[in-house]
């Protein structure tokens, strides 16, 4: 403010833009002709500056207190902007920095603020994800123009954790940058789940069928939590009324994983059909062949022997290549000699079972 003998005194009044009014600090200054004004100004936005000479006399009045008026042109408009991004004010937030599905539009927002945190539109933000720091695909960073930038990305394919990267001033990390990222697997698709088991091939008459469903997303992530309702028939391949569909035990893992078993009654060859939201998954139907005791491989004589009740003894069976043609000439002796089974309370349930399930009998 122009004081060309340094001694008039001003006073000045900053009102901002919520109405709240601020007395300014008036610092007069002779040696340059001048007075110097401030007030803090740390919130961005439009303030009404009033400027008033104090102890003003009216035209002709040589003396006396004089009155406090306005100068010309007050008050005065003072637009302050915001500067520019501090990276520790500037925050990030959405699901797009936590947690987010494989191969969709993720979206968060970055809340840009300077060092007064003022709202700071207008100004570049940078995003890059881990690994090689490349740029995300289909990356686009909207200007809200209220100091809020709302970005989007395609997430990776690949279920896991990345590091999200966002920066500004030429790659100056905000808060909290870079962000662990979860990237989940997302909804189950059945054409890309897979079911593995030796069950989906062959099995044993009256022996316990297995097999494993491993739940897969369109992009192929094997998911990692349960809570899927699989529709699973399994039937013997024969014609006539007869036919009834078998009960399928169905396992829930909660890790992506089903575990499922059924029990067939007849040889013969029998359908497996698998379906998730009425779509049969990756090789759906199966075909399965289930054979007779004398058909047997050692593996179906050792699932036998489990299933009887002796578990401990299953492993003897198989690494003796003990088949099914040979449980028809079983008896103590074999037992004892050839698989050191030595006790003979085992031997007889052993032989009893054997001769139950030879005559066709009760399985269970």
Request: with cysteine; hydrophobic share 40%.
């Amino acid at each position: 403010m122009l004081d060309p003998g340094g001694l008039i005194e001003f006073s000045v009044d900053v009102q901002d833009a919520s109405g709240k009014v601020e007395e300014a600090t008036v610092e007069p200054c002779p040696q340059f002709y001048n007075s110097l004004c401030y007030w803090d100004a740390s919130r961005a936005g439009e303030y009404l500056v009033h400027v008033r000479q104090l102890h003003a006399l009216p035209e002709g009045v040589i003396a006396g207190n004089g009155s406090s008026i306005p100068i010309l042109g007050s008050p005065f408009k003072v637009m302050v902007k915001p500067s520019k991004l501090d990276p520790y004010c500037t925050r990030a937030d959405g699901k797009g920095v936590t947690r987010t599905e494989a191969a969709v539009t993720a979206q968060f927002t970055v809340y840009g603020r300077d060092r007064f945190n003022n709202p700071a539109p207008g100004q570049e933000i940078f995003v890059y994800i881990d690994p090689n720091n490349r740029i995300p695909v289909d990356l686009n960073i909207q200007d809200l123009g209220t100091g809020e930038y709302k970005v989007t990305y395609t997430a990776p394919h690949a279920s896991g954790l990345v590091r999200l990267h966002v920066a500004i001033d030429g790659g100056k990390h905000i808060y909290n940058s870079p962000f662990t990222t979860l990237i989940s697997p997302g909804e189950a698709f059945a054409p890309n789940c897979e079911v593995a088991g030796a069950g989906l091939v062959r099995g044993g008459c009256g022996i316990d069928v297995n097999f494993t469903i491993h739940a897969r997303d369109r992009a192929g992530n094997h998911l990692i939590e349960g809570g899927l309702t699989w529709a699973i028939r399994a039937y013997p391949d024969i014609a006539g009324p007869a036919v009834v569909k078998l009960d399928v035990a169905i396992e829930d893992q909660k890790n992506g994983v089903y575990l499922c078993v059924f029990r067939p009654m007849f040889a013969g060859p029998h359908s497996v059909r698998i379906l998730l939201n009425n779509k049969h998954v990756r090789g759906s139907p199966f075909n399965t062949l289930i054979c007779e005791m004398p058909d047997w491989e050692c593996e179906e004589v050792g699932q036998f022997i489990e299933q009887i009740g002796y578990p401990q003894y299953r492993a003897v069976f198989v690494t003796h290549d003990f088949r099914g043609f040979a449980l028809a000439r079983m008896d103590q002796d074999v037992l004892e000699h050839e698989l050191g089974i030595y006790l003979k309370g085992h031997q007889t349930r052993i032989l009893a079972r054997i001769l139950k399930s030879s005559l066709y009998s009760d399985f269970t």
